[in-house]
């Protein structure tokens, strides 16, 4: 790593353009890791128009889709050969333990060789336009997207926009997390060795406020697709709107786990284990609200909360760790000022609920998993997205119940059904106003899975078909093959003209 992280600009690893930098820590012990390149409106100005220089010269758009594979193939092989060394970055950066990191990173070749598929086999269309006549239509790029992603999942996101806009013939300018920069920049030079041209792929690292607003506001974009908060995803959809560029924004979230009483009770909590303090429940699929039929209520909750309190906490890149710290201090003190209010409005904090002791806790930002029960729609931990490791336990009575507290929410991003039922599962998935539903399952994703949700949880959705053809627009060319005369002003007949 250089002590400085550059912006990556048409190909070049340039500093920002009045010098500015600001400085990443490791969210565990609280030490500098290196400074980063403040982008300002010129910097993106300069990553747009050479994003744009190159898809006007079509040196990637212009690439048959095969082509294009084959380069999205070697840098699949490539990053493959880097999981551990991107990993151990990631982990660096945000904390997240470095167990999940591998096993995340290992998946992610899969987007860049799926869309690159796509991409491949592709076909347009021939609508029956009548006699006389073929339309050809087919689908081509949009131009230069810019792509927003969050610190969570830093390479995983921004690999799931990136594959797809890349595979569909687009050029990028990417403004990855202040928080988790430095593997999105990377990933841009291993694309670049690959065979991607320079100033197809352009990364912009810097603030939200700053550098973020400049890029949601640059009228020469063609797309832009975020993730992040849903208040942050109505201030860009409103800046893009402006523009009239279209938007993928995949938001906030409080996914509920429903627990049915015939389902295995260990693997129920081994489940909702899983969903609530993966990424120490930084996820915007995070297990935060369990629902929990009420015969079984008492067994589950006491089995999870002894298995909450023995999870281990500690150094995010020592192997035995199972949760590490929050990604900064700011993100910590949310967490703790949300089960605050919880405890001052009645709510019962059954394990956790406070910042561990120890010196190896001292430094870094770091909460105990915490089990809330008695939490009701009059709290404000009900509705609110914490983003940490917090998760409400609430009984329900039956199916009617369990569904009606689940869509008591402003989010419908992702949920789970844990029932030994088949017919029960069918039943209440159909009845849940939610995008991404697991039974007996939670947090799984594939390249050809559709991602997104409704209400508050965001516009569109990322991987699958869909996000492929949402960074390309039909182009649809009609061709009289008649050889008819046409001459609509030469007579005073009617003519079919439409």
Same mark, same amino acid.
Request: glycine share 10%; net charge negative.
């Given at each position: ?85 991107? =990993? ?80 569909? !013939? ?51 974009? +063609? ?16 800046? +893009? ?72 906490? !500690? ?26 209010? =919880? ?78 039922? =088949? ?46 053809? =949402? ?28």
């Amino acid at each position: 790593m250089p002590d400085t992280l550059p912006l990556r600009i048409d190909g070049k690893d340039v500093p920002a353009a009045d010098g500015a930098t600001f400085a990443v820590h490791n969210p565990a012990t609280g030490d500098h890791l290196f400074d980063v390149a403040h982008a300002n409106a010129a910097d993106v100005d300069a990553a747009v128009t050479a994003a744009k220089t190159a898809f006007e010269d079509r040196r990637w758009q212009g690439m048959r889709a095969r082509d294009r594979a084959r380069v999205l193939n070697r840098a699949a092989a490539e990053l493959d050969h880097r999981i551990d060394e991107f =990993a151990r970055l990631e982990t660096l950066q945000i904390g997240r333990p470095l167990r999940e990191m591998r096993a995340q990173l290992s998946r992610l070749p899969e987007w860049l060789e799926y869309f690159g598929a796509v991409a491949h086999s592709a076909e347009g269309t021939v609508p029956d336009f009548g006699e006389g006549y073929l339309n050809v239509v087919h689908r081509v790029p949009l131009g230069v997207a810019g792509l927003i992603t969050p610190w969570n999942h830093p390479l995983l996101i921004t690999m799931k926009k990136l594959s797809a806009g890349l595979a569909a !013939g687009n050029s990028l300018v990417i403004k990855p997390s202040e928080l988790g920069p430095a593997v999105p920049v990377a990933l841009a030079g291993l694309l670049e060795e690959a065979g991607v041209p320079a100033g197809v792929i352009n990364v912009v690292t810097g603030l939200g406020p700053t550098t973020g607003r400049f890029l949601s506001e640059h009228p020469g974009l +063609a797309r832009l697709d975020i993730t992040g908060g849903t208040e942050t995803g109505r201030v860009v959809a409103g800046n +893009a709107g402006r523009s009239l560029i279209p938007v993928t924004a995949e938001l906030g979230g409080k996914a509920p786990v429903i627990v049915f009483d015939d389902t295995e009770i260990e693997q129920a909590v081994a489940g909702a284990m899983f969903a609530s303090f993966i990424a120490t429940g930084q996820t915007c699929v995070q297990g935060a609200r369990l629902l929990v039929q009420r015969t079984v209520y008492e067994r589950f909750v006491h089995r999870f909360v002894e298995r909450t309190r023995s999870l281990r906490l !500690g150094d995010p890149l020592a192997a035995r760790t199972q949760v590490g710290p929050l990604v900064s201090r700011a993100q910590r003190d949310k967490t703790a000022a949300a089960v605050d209010r =919880a405890r001052e409005q009645g709510a019962t904090v059954l394990c956790g609920g406070r910042v561990p002791e120890g010196a190896v806790f001292d430094r870094g930002w770091f909460y105990e998993p915490t089990v809330v029960a008695g939490v009701t729609p009059d709290h404000e931990l009900w509705y609110d997205e914490v983003f940490g490791p917090v998760t409400v336990v609430v009984p329900f009575d039956d199916e009617a119940d369990a569904t009606a507290k689940a869509n008591d929410c402003p989010f419908g991003l992702a949920a789970s059904v844990w029932t030994a039922d =088949a017919g029960r599962a069918l039943r209440v998935t159909d009845r849940l106003d939610i995008g991404i539903i697991w039974v007996n399952d939670h947090h799984r994703i594939d390249p050809s899975s559709p991602w997104g949700g409704t209400k508050d949880s965001g516009i569109g959705s990322e991987n699958g078909l869909d996000a492929y053809r =949402a960074y390309t627009r039909a182009k649809s060319v009609i061709i009289n093959s008649s050889g008819r005369p046409f001459d609509w002003y030469a007579t005073a007949e009617d003519l079919r003209y439409s």
